[in-house]
C-alpha cells in the first residue's frame, strides 16, 4: 500500500505523516530517571586516531549512548545510558573501539568485586 492510500484509509493528519521505514524525529532528551548505565561491566573505549567517523556506533546502538560532535569533529560517548552490550565495538569496522572492565575506572560502575 502507498504511503497516500495507507494515509487517506487511517485518516493520518499531514503534519504527522512519515515517509514509509522512516524515523520519526524527535528531540532527544536525558531522562535521569532512565540511567541505565549503573548495569555495565565493560565499557567501550575509542581510539579517536583510529576513528573514520562511520557513525557504525552511533546507528548501532541500542541505547544511544553515541553522538558526534561536530564542533570537535569526534564521536563522544555518554556513559550514563550505555548498558555495555559492546555492539558497538562489534560494528566498529576500523577496530577504533576496545573494552575495558568497568572497574579500571575512578567512578566506574561499583561492584563488590572484579569478574575474573
Not at 531522562?31 to 548505565?37: F, R, W
Not at 573514520?52 to 552511533?58: A, I, Q, R, S, W
Not at 555495555?84 to 573501539?97: N, R, T
Amino acid at each position: 500500500m502507498s504511503k497516500k492510500k495507507y494515509c487517506e484509509k487511517f485518516n493520518v493528519p499531514e503534519h504527522l505523516q512519515v515517509p514509509l521505514g522512516a524515523c520519526i524525529p524527535a528531540p532527544v532528551k536525558e531522562q535521569k530517571a532512565m540511567i541505565t548505565g549503573n548495569w555495565r561491566t565493560e565499557r567501550p573505549i575509542i581510539d579517536h586516531e583510529k576513528c573514520n567517523l562511520c557513525l557504525n556506533c552511533f546507528i548501532y546502538c541500542p541505547d544511544s549512548s553515541w553522538h558526534l560532535d561536530e564542533e570537535e569533529e569526534r564521536m563522544v560517548w555518554n556513559a550514563d545510558y550505555c548498558k555495555g552490550c559492546l555492539v558497538c565495538v562489534s560494528e566498529c569496522e576500523v577496530d577504533a573501539l576496545s573494552t575495558e572492565n568497568e572497574l579500571n575506572f575512578k567512578g566506574g560502575v561499583v561492584r563488590l568485586d572484579k569478574p575474573y
